[in-house]
């Protein structure tokens, strides 16, 4: 029995069934179950709430947001070999657990979601984590259907989520997104040795909440602006934007950056600034 609900501890399951990780899945098992209910607990209260998690693996932190009180855990799993094990948690919570075996890339849980509270709380593979978040961050209309994301990443990638322009060597293109939509922060990290295998790399929980009413911007216009300004991060902006606007240094004076800044240099709002003046001046309109 764990320490968290009846089911035999995750190592002994894990061992039952003759599970590796799989590399080519990113998958790292978590057996601490008093670390996935930290996890779990980080995410707020889940009483009434639907909770989308993204690779579960053998269940460790899906058997945490149960027991915490989530009132429904859609699970998105390509690994078919831990749907067996799945299937005993789903039996030992009856009507709170639905198992989707689906590429999370390209699965729309939304019609599983409902329209109630929810969200998303995972340890991400680390081979999908950022093309997963952009995603749910990524979407026209706005606030998202999820309340909060509670996720887990390698450190290097979590710092890249919450840094701006004070941090230059970790600011980017996730940042910009990051920053503009959500309030981003690191909850706390987890070391390599609570892994299975350990990882070479610590990881960290960031937790993310949608702003309700972020600067206007269209979303492609943001993306096609930082993508040019950070795939020429050593140049100016006069010269990397160039391929985004025909006179770089004119939309530059129009929002008030010097057209001798880097990418680096420029902070989330001047970003939305820049992408909302070349859209205007495609339209021939007046940026908002």
Partial sequence: MSA??????????????DLAPKKALGQNFLFDLNLTSRIARASGLL?????????????????????AGAARVVAVERDPRVLPVLAEIAARYPGRLDVVEADALEFDP???????????????????????????LSGEAWPPWWDSLTLMFQREVAERIVAD???????GRLG????WRTEARILFDVPPSAFVPPPKVTSSVVHLTPRPHPQPCRVRA?????????????????QSLKGVTPDPAAVLAAVGIPETARAEEVPVPGFVALANAIDAGRAGETPP
Avoid: H
């Fill in 176 to 179: 910009v997104l990051c920053g």
């Fill in 165 to 171: 322009e004070s941090e230059r060597a970790d600011y």
């Fill in 47 to 67: 009483e009434g709430v639907t909770v989308l998690e993204v690779g579960p693996g053998p269940g460790g932190l899906t058997r945490a947001l149960l027991a």
């Fill in 4 to 17: 968290i609900d009846d089911l035999p501890p995750l190592r002994d399951v894990v061992a039952r069934y």
């Fill in 110 to 136: 939304r019609p599983l979601i409902g329209d109630g509270p929810a969200r998303i709380v995972a340890n991400l593979p680390y081979n999908v984590g950022t093309p997963l978040l952009t995603g749910w």
């Fill in 222 to 238: 943001l993306e096609a602006v930082t993508a040019a300004a950070f795939g020429q991060r050593r140049k100016m902006l006069r």
